[in-house]
């Protein structure tokens, strides 16, 4: 199954720094969410996309993983000559993760 297939993202960029929350639709596919998501294989997704670290942060009770990925867009948006380098779009590739 795919992220998409229980969960919606909400993302946001600071900087070179793109920040993802993964939210589950229903309560209990939080735990699925929470054994299958890890920081490495969020990391090993976007391969060379995340040059940094990727750290995740838990919030069982909003049914939401955090993930802070830091050096992920090519030096900030102002400052990066990539096409669309949000983390927007970030949040969306990562809905194609599978489980």
């Known amino acids: 199954m795919k992220l998409r297939d229980i969960a919606h993202t909400r993302s946001g960029d600071k900087g070179n720094i793109s920040n993802i929350a993964v939210i589950v639709y229903r309560p209990e596919d939080y735990l699925i969410l929470e054994q299958k998501m890890t920081a490495e294989k969020v990391k090993s997704f976007f391969g060379e996309m995340v040059e940094g670290a990727v750290i995740r942060y838990t919030l069982p009770q909003l049914g939401a993983l955090n993930f802070v990925m830091y050096d992920a867009l090519k030096g900030g948006v102002t400052r990066s000559l990539a096409m669309d ?10 809905l194609d993760l599978e489980l």
């Not at 380098?85 to 970030?90: I, M, N, Q, Y």
């Open 85 to 94: 380098s949000h983390g927007k779009t970030l949040s969306t590739i990562l």
